[in-house]
């Protein structure tokens, strides 16, 4: 029984790495077309700063590490057809640019997601760089020390362009955050994202909102933008404009995709082709709180979306279940930590859902201990019910109050059960009455 794996990071490797467990008998064989499996794609921010040193620290495992629990790894490998009726593939070796056939019993496509592309003229020009893949973050990496850039551009304000904005910050760097909406991290509300936006410019990052990048412009390599009409000098690029998922294999094959553009399966990771799986960023999921289809690309949701697809094709049942998502998610702006989980008061009412919300700050510890800092927690509720819908919290435990928010909607609690929540309390930890449950009174 020969299970084939389509892709080979977090959804990838973590589906083999079960089904090996759960099936001892399988032949598992992984087609990466990257040059390294495993990448810990979340810490390629940190690698730009040497926060995190050395790019090996973000391999998790080599193919020969996973050679030794017998899943066969072939880096720089991309399939490029799937033929479901006949269970063949087509692989092209990147190395010599040849082309093989290969068959397979099971196959699980976990092919992820690329980096939507800057549609503006001069995106060509050396200095001009995305960040999805280690091999991005060395071609930033080696233009950083080729040239030793003094100003960089960031375009787009997700989470992936805040982070990279303080990580060339930390270098030294001139740093210019440009966004097209409105406001930075939009998917909180307004008054999350506009405190984000004064932290980015506290630490010298200057934020250009509602403005669009128009040009690149240099001899070869890129030397200023024109934002807006205005010319920005940028000896360094690093778009972060939005991700789209890779479903060219499973679309070519004829897998159903899903209203968001991502590959349909089902609560076991079933796609609509015969014995195909799929996990990750290439795939449709269902938001908890709303029941509609989802398409949440993130590293920790690929892990678990793998870990089901792994256990279900090493063994051609549906044994586990894939239960939906809420979203839930966090990152740190310089010593600013944003934490989401469930929908924002604006996201919740585009839902079509009556919600009222409650944004409480208190301090991160006891008034009397030293060392506290503020932190704000927006509870989002459904009106009438109580039902919690979302949270956004921003500041110190911000991680902390997310967690311990995602626990209650995954467990579908109203603000009427969290007031009687028995959280830990100690001075050094947070005020006697944890954010959540002073917001929850508010809403109950
Ligand atoms: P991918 O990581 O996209 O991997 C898919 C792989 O499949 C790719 O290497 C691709 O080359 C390969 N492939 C595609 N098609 C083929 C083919 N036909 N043949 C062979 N190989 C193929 N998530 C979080 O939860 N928290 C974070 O803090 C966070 N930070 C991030 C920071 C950055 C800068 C980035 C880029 C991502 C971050 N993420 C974070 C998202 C997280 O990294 C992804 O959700 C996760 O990597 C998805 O894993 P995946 O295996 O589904 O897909």
């Not at 740093?175 to 506009?194: F, G, H, K, M, N």
């Not at 239960?323 to 469930?342: N, Q």
């Not at 509720?381 to 626990?407: F, N």
Request: proline residues 5%; hydrophobic residues 40%; aromatic residues 4%.
């Amino acid at each position: 029984m020969r299970l084939v794996v389509v892709g080979g990071v977090a959804a990838g490797t973590k589906a083999a790495a079960r089904a090996r467990r759960v099936n001892p008998h399988l032949k598992i064989v992984v087609y990466q077309e990257e040059p390294e499996p495993s990448i810990s794609e979340c810490g390629l921010p940190y690698l730009l700063s040497g926060t995190v040193e050395g790019r090996r620290r973000l391999v998790a495992r080599t193919p020969q590490e996973f050679a030794r629990s017998g899943i066969r790894v072939l880096v720089r490998h991309r399939v490029e057809e799937l033929e479901p009726d006949r269970k063949r593939l087509v692989v092209r070796d990147l190395f010599t640019g040849a082309t093989f056939e290969d068959r397979y019993d099971r196959l699980i496509l976990a092919t992820g997601a690329r980096a939507k592309p800057l549609a503006v003229e001069g995106s060509h020009l050396e200095g001009v760089f995305n960040l999805r893949f280690l091999t991005d973050a060395d071609r930033i990496l080696d233009h950083l020390r080729r040239h030793r850039p003094s100003r960089a551009l960031v375009v787009g304000g997700g989470y992936v362009g805040l982070e990279v904005a303080e990580n060339l910050r930390l270098l030294g760097m001139e740093v210019t955050l440009v966004q097209r909406p409105e406001r930075v991290a939009t998917a909180y509300d307004p008054e999350i994202s506009r405190r984000i936006e004064d932290h980015l410019r506290e630490h010298g990052v200057e934020v250009r909102t509602s403005a669009e990048v128009e040009e690149f412009r240099g001899a070869g390599r890129v030397r200023e933008a024109l934002v807006s009409g205005e010319r920005v000098r940028a000896e360094l690029v690093v778009a972060g404009v939005g991700i789209e998922p890779e479903t060219t294999l499973a679309r070519r094959a004829g897998a159903r995709i899903g209203t968001t553009g991502a590959v349909w399966t089902d609560r076991h990771q079933r796609t609509s082709l015969p014995e195909v799986w799929a996990a990750g960023d290439c795939v449709q999921t269902r938001n908890r709180i709303t029941g509609e289809p989802a398409w949440v690309p993130l590293g920790d949701t690929a892990n678990q979306m793998g870990r089901v697809a792994g256990t279900n094709a090493a063994l051609g049942e549906d044994v586990e279940e894939f239960p939906g998502v809420l979203g839930t998610g966090i990152f740190k702006v310089f010593d600013l930590a944003a934490g989401k989980t469930g929908l924002s008061e604006q996201e919740a009412k585009r839902a079509g859902l009556e919600a009222v919300a409650a944004g409480i700050e208190s301090r991160s510890r006891a008034g009397y201990y030293p060392g506290a800092g503020r932190v704000l927690l927006k509870l989002v509720a459904e009106k009438g019910s109580g039902r919690l819908l979302g949270a956004q919290a921003l500041g110190p435990g911000a991680d902390k109050l997310t967690d311990v928010c995602a626990t209650a909607l995954w467990g579908g609690l109203s603000c009427s059960d969290l007031v009687n929540l028995d959280l830990a309390y100690a001075p050094p930890y947070g005020p006697v009455l944890s954010p959540v449950i002073q917001a929850a009174t508010v809403l109950q």
